[in-house]
């Protein structure tokens, strides 16, 4: 089923989600002057003509506004998250984890890679996110299973959470990392 919403100027029905006006009248305003229109997530004003068709100024923000709700939730969900299970999470994560920025996707991952895979399966059934991938390098005659959370929002509450419960110096600035990298992205004026 496909929502709609009104177009301001003309009041017809706009199908992209991401649009500010209909096809119509964004084509008869490309003729028109560029006007400035403040970014949705950054709030950086930037003129173009592209401003009354889009609401962010990147991808990148489009991306950060996109995961404020999944941030919300899963913050929501990890107050509730027994502080054993985080302890004993935060030390296996400092072990056996790691932290990678992916630039294609200006985002940050949280992995933990293990052979047993009883022990990937416990762990997305406490966090209830992420996904298990099999290793297909044959390193050595075990399979590797790899947990890894990659969506934005759940990596930073996840980061927020276990901090406090990290012991290696190394490993607290990879985690304050993650947190300033998203709050220069000012996804923080949103939660």
Known sequence: MIHYHKCPQCKGNIRNHYAKLCKKCYNKNRQVDKINIKC??????FKDYKSYYYKYCSLE????????????KFKKYLNTVSDKFLI???GFWEGEGCITLRPNKRRYNISVSQNDKNIMITIQKYLKTGKI????????KYLHYHFIISNLGETL????RILPFIKIKKRKREILEVINFNKSKKIRQYV
Not at 133 to 139: N, P
């Open 133 to 140: 991938y099999i290793s297909k390098e044959k390193v050595s």
């Open 88 to 90: 004993w999470f935060t």
């Open 157 to 160: 509450a996840l980061c927020e």
């Open 61 to 72: 923000c489009a991306y950060l506004y996109r995961s404020i709700p999944q941030y919300k």
């Open 40 to 45: 949705l997530t950054c709030g950086k004003e």
